[in-house]
């Protein structure tokens, strides 16, 4: 029994590890592009890119606490969710403020620079989102993780379709279109991951299919002195009894 209950141990163990791993490839990888996309944003004065830089940010602020919470029971996972989904809501506050802003002081983006970067940006966030697809359901942490993953490149095409808008029509609407839209995206979002936390914080956590906390609990097993034991004296009398009538 203790040795199945060691082996079961070694398996979450490496359960955790393999989710520790993946976490610290995906958190370097939006640290980068959150540097790239930042300074492509500010030179090419391209509200959407400068969206999608502040997105990665607060994804790789994100991953290091998802790295702090996979060691974490079931409540400090929660807990860690609630605070992902208040930085997916502070990103869609953020670019509908920057949208706002735009509409009274508007620029010309640079589509060149948008279209490259956003390419670039576009395929960096695939290769994460390949990474976490095979975490996405094993509990809220991981669950919340994949889901800003998947918003990382909804977000991408979005800036996309917007150098291509700023190309042939020479206005900066697409790009301030794109970026209402990737704040409502943020918004449900963060609803979402907000309400699966609440969810999970009550005591009950939606969706979660990873090894259970208790797996590896020992398994009651009736002492061998119990099951060894001679029967009594007045146990045998009325078995006795019996096999006359």
């Known amino acids: 029994m203790s040795d199945c209950c060691e082996n079961k141990s070694c398996a979450i163990d490496a359960f955790k590890e393999r989710q520790s ?6 958190l370097a990888i939006n640290a980068i592009m959150f540097v790239v996309e930042l300074a492509a944003g500010l030179l090419a004065s391209s509200t959407a890119l400068l969206s999608d830089s502040l997105d990665n940010l607060g994804d ?31 990103a869609g506050l ?8 735009r509409v009274f002081v508007p620029t010309l983006p640079v ?5 490259a970067i956003s ?6 966030n695939g290769a994460c989102l390949g990474l976490l697809w095979k975490h996405r359901g094993e509990d809220i942490n991981m669950n919340s ?10 977000s991408n095409i979005s800036v996309v379709i917007a150098a291509l808008g700023v190309w042939l029509t020479h206005s900066g609407w697409p790009d301030l279109l794109i970026g209402l839209a990737l704040a409502t995206l943020f918004l449900r979002s963060a609803v979402r991951v907000l309400r699966g936390a609440i969810a999970a914080v009550g005591g009950n956590e939606p ?11 020992p398994i009651a097993v009736e002492p061998r002195s119990a099951r060894c034991r001679p029967a009594s004296s007045a146990a045998r009398n009325r078995s006795s009894a019996t096999g006359s009538d």
């Open 21 to 26: 791993a993946t976490l610290k490839i995906v």
């Open 60 to 90: 790789a602020l994100t991953y290091g606490l998802s790295l702090y919470a996979v060691s974490r029971g079931a409540r400090s996972k929660a807990v860690v969710a609630l605070f992902k989904g208040g930085l997916i809501l502070a």
């Open 94 to 101: 953020f670019v509908l403020g920057q949208v706002a802003y």
């Open 111 to 115: 589509f060149e620079t948008m279209g």
């Open 119 to 124: 390419v670039l940006a576009l395929i960096a």
């Open 145 to 154: 993780v994949w889901e800003c993953s998947r918003n990382d490149i909804a």
């Open 207 to 217: 969706g979660s299919t990873g090894p259970p906390a208790n797996r590896c609990a």
